[in-house]
């Protein structure tokens, strides 16, 4: 099993930045992808970004240029830096570690909420 603990959401002005945290059980060396997902009210959860062990990183069209994913796997921890944020960024941000490719099994996060707001 792999238990993940996000942090570092809550409320920020339109333009700011936060950035998120997702520490993960184990070693990081382990997982094969991580990644950021979330949820805005009445929407289905949506991918945000992911990162593969040997480090590639693929994002949501709605978030290329302003949000970056990283890894420190000294810290086994996965972080979602978030520049110029909008309104249309406030969600649940919940946390993905795909440990398991055969058979998939993937561990979340319990969810961190984010709120663009004036």
């Known amino acids: 099993q792999v238990q993940l603990v996000e942090s570092g959401g809550g409320l920020v002005q339109p333009g700011g930045s936060l950035r998120l945290s997702c520490e993960v059980s184990r070693s990081i060396f382990s997982i094969y992808v991580s990644g950021w997902y979330r949820q805005a009210p009445g929407k289905q959860r949506e991918l945000v970004a992911t990162?593969?062990?040997?480090?590639?990183?693929d994002y949501a069209d709605s978030v290329k240029g302003r949000f970056t994913i990283s890894r420190d796997n000294a810290r086994d921890t996965v972080y979602l830096q978030m520049n110029s944020l909008k309104p249309e960024d406030t969600a649940v941000y919940y946390c993905?570690?795909?440990?398991?490719?055969?058979?998939?099994?993937?561990?979340w996060g319990q969810g961190t909420l984010v709120t663009v707001s004036s």
């Open positions: 993905n570690a795909r440990y398991s490719n055969y058979p998939r099994k993937d561990a």
């Open positions: 990162i593969t062990s040997g480090g590639v990183t």
